[in-house]
């Protein structure tokens, strides 16, 4: 654990004033007069019920979670970091060097103070636990010491989670650090794969799946709510379980058997393994009848693709092939 020194509360407000970031005393940015914007600025972002005004991009940032990470990478920000943290997979070699280039604070989620004494003027987060209200990393504590925060917008829809809010996701942190381009140049190649995997399932018939995250009482499963669903639905599938009215839930073994998925899609993260998981499923007795258990039909991502970032359009490419190997190459 890093050591336990003084709140450095003081020591942040005056660097939020020399970075001319937000202000401290509740995140109220500095007078016009005392700190003049930077080209494009002010920016005012609303995110998951906090507001903040960026008067120019920050320049030391910390990211949390893989997807938040890969985003702030692939837009090149990596020289606008001090700090990341707490990786679900290897990060994707393309960013592996810029990767290499900024400190990695701790394996998992640092503690408040540890964050403190990187003195970033901005945390993105990719999962609500990043700001744990209980660990002492909530939002109103980042701003209370003058620290603007980002939640990828995953964690809080206000409507479906799809493409569209992929691409919102990267657009935001552009504009938040005066990169608007990048984001452009980022999401074309993205879309670009979206737009093959599209034309190459042209007419095929959707596969009907069930999504197996983990659990042994009952399994956790991709709902309606999430990405997940939408790279299903892109990747020639059919998620058993769209009518689940939240981003992952618990669903019975009994009613994943009533509803017969013909493929078993396996989340792949954490201290379980595919084969581990794999042979669970295959000697469960409620699931024997299963079309996708009888065939040992299975399909896997890793749960780093699964969530809004940069990966999803590879992840619908690479379960398309899964699904539909002859359609997709």
Same mark, same amino acid.
Request: hydrophobic residues 40%.
């Given at each position: 654990?890093?050591?336990?020194?003084?709140?450095? %509360?003081?020591?942040? +407000?005056?660097?939020?004033?020399?970075?001319?970031?937000?202000?401290?005393?509740?995140?109220?940015?500095?007078?016009?007069?005392?700190?003049? *914007?930077?080209?494009?600025?002010?920016?005012?972002?609303?995110? +998951?019920?906090?507001?903040?005004?960026?008067?120019? $991009? $920050?320049?030391?940032?910390?990211?949390?979670?893989?997807?938040?990470?890969?985003?702030?990478?692939?837009?090149?920000?990596?020289?606008?970091?001090?700090?990341?943290?707490?990786? *679900?997979?290897?990060?994707?070699?393309?960013?592996?060097?810029?990767?290499?280039?900024?400190?990695?604070?701790? %394996?998992?989620?640092?503690?408040?103070?540890?964050?403190?004494?990187?003195?970033?003027?901005?945390?993105?987060?990719?999962?609500?636990?990043?700001?744990?209200?209980?660990?002492?990393?909530?939002?109103?504590?980042?701003?209370?010491?003058?620290?603007?925060?980002?939640?990828?917008?995953?964690? +809080? $829809?206000?409507?479906?989670?799809?493409?569209?809010?992929?691409?919102?996701?990267?657009?935001?942190?552009?504009?938040?650090?005066?990169?608007?381009?990048?984001?452009?140049?980022?999401?074309?190649?993205?879309?670009?794969?979206?737009? %093959?995997?599209?034309?190459?399932?042209?007419?095929?018939?959707?596969?009907?799946?069930?999504?197996?995250?983990?659990?042994?009482?009952?399994?956790?499963?991709?709902?309606?709510?999430?990405?997940?669903?939408?790279?299903?639905?892109?990747?020639?599938?059919?998620?058993?379980?769209?009518?689940?009215?939240?981003?992952?839930?618990?669903?019975?073994?009994? &009613?994943?058997? &009533?509803?017969?998925?013909?493929?078993?899609?396996?989340?792949?993260?954490?201290? &379980?393994?595919?084969?581990?998981?794999?042979?669970?499923?295959?000697?469960?007795?409620?699931?024997? *009848?299963?079309?996708?258990?009888?065939? &040992?039909?299975?399909?896997?991502?890793?749960?780093?693709?699964?969530?809004?970032?940069?990966?999803?359009?590879?992840?619908?490419?690479?379960?398309?092939?899964?699904?539909? $190997?002859?359609?997709?190459?």
């Amino acid at each position: 654990m890093p050591r336990n020194h003084p709140h450095p %509360k003081a020591v942040l +407000c005056a660097l939020a004033v020399v970075l001319l970031t937000s202000g401290c005393g509740g995140g109220a940015a500095p007078s016009a007069a005392a700190s003049p *914007d930077a080209a494009g600025f002010p920016v005012t972002v609303e995110n +998951c019920g906090v507001t903040a005004t960026y008067r120019r $991009p $920050p320049q030391r940032a910390v990211s949390l979670n893989q997807h938040a990470t890969e985003v702030m990478l692939s837009l090149g920000l990596e020289k606008s970091m001090v700090g990341t943290g707490y990786l *679900d997979d290897k990060v994707l070699p393309e960013y592996q060097a810029a990767y290499d280039s900024v400190k990695v604070l701790s %394996k998992e989620y640092p503690s408040f103070e540890a964050l403190l004494e990187a003195e970033p003027d901005f945390v993105y987060g990719g999962w609500t636990s990043t700001f744990d209200e209980k660990e002492g990393r909530s939002r109103a504590a980042f701003t209370k010491a003058g620290i603007n925060t980002r939640l990828n917008t995953e964690e +809080c $829809p206000t409507g479906p989670v799809d493409v569209a809010a992929m691409d919102e996701e990267i657009r935001t942190v552009a504009r938040i650090f005066g990169v608007p381009e990048r984001a452009e140049e980022r999401l074309g190649k993205l879309h670009a794969t979206l737009d %093959k995997v599209e034309s190459q399932l042209n007419g095929v018939a959707p596969v009907r799946l069930f999504v197996y995250d983990s659990g042994d009482k009952t399994a956790f499963t991709a709902g309606g709510k999430g990405i997940g669903n939408e790279m299903i639905r892109r990747a020639g599938g059919v998620n058993l379980f769209a009518d689940l009215d939240k981003a992952f839930g618990d669903v019975s073994f009994e &009613q994943v058997a &009533q509803r017969a998925p013909e493929v078993v899609v396996i989340y792949d993260y954490g201290d &379980q393994s595919v084969e581990d998981k794999k042979k669970f499923l295959l000697a469960h007795p409620a699931l024997k *009848d299963v079309p996708a258990i009888r065939n &040992q039909r299975f399909a896997v991502l890793p749960l780093s693709s699964t969530v809004v970032g940069v990966r999803v359009p590879a992840a619908v490419e690479s379960l398309a092939r899964q699904l539909h $190997p002859g359609r997709v190459q």
